[in-house]
């Protein structure tokens, strides 16, 4: 049974940082893609941005591009997702995800790209 389980969300104020950790743990597993997405109330989830597991290559929502940057300890089996520049609209409940194994060839920004969740950690922002 795999587990994923968040950490680093809080209150900061517009303008702040903050940096999330995403911990796998469970059997040993290695996942095609890691992903964050959040979800603010009302609204649906959306995607934030991924990291290939093998290769470390990286994809951002346009709406985060240049701000967050999202990067993994392979050792550690963790995915962090640093967050500078935070803005009002960036408060939400940050969500890790983890793809199965295989490559389905798809972009990985949509949440039925993964099947494992973790329970979400919130970022609120102050203005």
């Known amino acids: 049974q795999v587990q994923l389980v968040e950490s680093g969300g809080g209150l900061v104020q517009a303008g702040g940082s903050l940096r999330l950790s995403c911990a796998a743990s469970?059997?040993?597993?290695?996942?095609?893609?890691l992903g964050w997405f959040r979800q603010a109330p009302g609204k649906e989830r959306e995607f934030v941005a991924r990291i290939r597991w093998s290769g470390g290559s990286t994809y951002y929502a346009d709406s985060v591009k240049g701000r967050f940057t999202i990067s993994r300890d392979n050792a550690k089996n963790t995915v962090y997702l640093q967050m500078t520049s935070l803005k009002p609209e960036d408060t939400a409940l940050y969500y890790c995800?983890?793809?199965?194994?295989?490559?389905?060839?798809?972009?990985?920004?949509?949440?039925?790209?993964?099947?494992?969740w973790g329970q979400g950690t919130q970022v609120t922002v102050s203005s």
């Open positions: 995800a983890g793809s199965g194994l295989s490559d389905s060839g798809s972009y990985y920004t949509s949440i039925f790209d993964y099947g494992y």
């Open positions: 469970g059997r040993t597993f290695s996942f095609y893609s």
